[in-house]
């Protein structure tokens, strides 16, 4: 979808460090999500914000944090303390009714060297 | 939180062939959506059903959304290569979405 853009596309994470993954939308949406993926797997939430300064967590929301301090960005740091972070990370955006899709970015993939 | 359970996990089909998938919860849902993320891309809407024993047609797609609102297929037509891909249904209250585990459909030309 070509409003909302992720980046990088491709990112390798040493041992101990923290990465942050960008998400920007210009779909002037409500809320945001980050899910990751992994191979041969369905998505799964880690993080979702209905409104700027608010957040609340997902299902697998332990060793990430996020904030939202505009509307339009929601970046996902991927903390040390996540130990198995390779996986393809997906950012949505939707509007604030119920029955309006999500709509994706690309996507980014990261990598443990 | 509520669990939508999809089946076949993978499916195989000659070019031609019919496909279906199949997504069930234990609990009425309030509508169900459905996404295809082609490989090494991003999903992407194809539908959304809302009342009980909808029926909805996108060319040789048809989606139904069962009586008592607890389930909800996908059909296929005449399968081509483009229709490659995982298909995930999808059912989530206001904001928060939880995706089935998908259906990996690929077609042998």
């Known amino acids: 979808d070509g409003g909302i853009t992720q980046s990088p596309k491709y990112l390798f994470r040493k041992e101990g460090q923290n990465v942050t993954l960008s998400c920007e939308q210009n779909?002037?949406?409500?809320?945001m999500y980050w899910y990751r993926q992994d191979p041969g797997q369905g998505l799964r939430l880690i993080y979702y914000?209905?409104?700027?300064?608010?957040?609340q967590k997902g299902d697998i929301a332990e060793g990430y944090s996020v904030s939202r301090e505009k509307k339009e960005s929601f970046p996902l740091t991927v903390t040390s303390a996540q130990k198995n972070p390779t996986a393809f990370y997906l950012c949505?955006?939707?509007?604030?009714?119920?029955?309006?899709?999500?709509?994706f970015g690309d996507g980014t993939r990261l990598s443990i060297l | 939180g509520q669990q939508v359970m999809q089946i076949p996990q993978y499916q195989h089909v000659q070019e031609g062939e019919d496909f279906t998938t199949y997504c069930n919860s234990s609990?009425?849902?309030?509508?169900i959506q459905w996404y295809k993320q082609r490989p090494g891309g991003h999903p992407v809407f194809l539908i959304q059903?809302?009342?009980?024993?909808e029926v909805k047609k996108q060319k040789r797609l048809t989606f139904q959304f069962g009586e008592a609102k607890k389930n909800s297929s996908l059909h296929i037509t005449a399968t081509q290569t483009t229709d490659v891909g995982t298909y995930f249904c999808?059912?989530?209250?206001?904001?928060?979405?939880?995706f089935g585990k998908g259906t990996l459909l690929t077609v042998n030309p």
């Open positions: 949505a955006s939707k509007l604030r009714d119920r029955n309006q899709p999500q709509h």
């Open positions: 779909l002037n949406h409500d809320a």
């Open positions: 914000s209905q409104i700027v300064n608010d957040f």
């Open positions: 609990t009425t849902l309030s509508n």
């Open positions: 059903l809302v009342k009980s024993g």
């Open positions: 999808v059912q989530g209250s206001n904001y928060k979405l939880t």
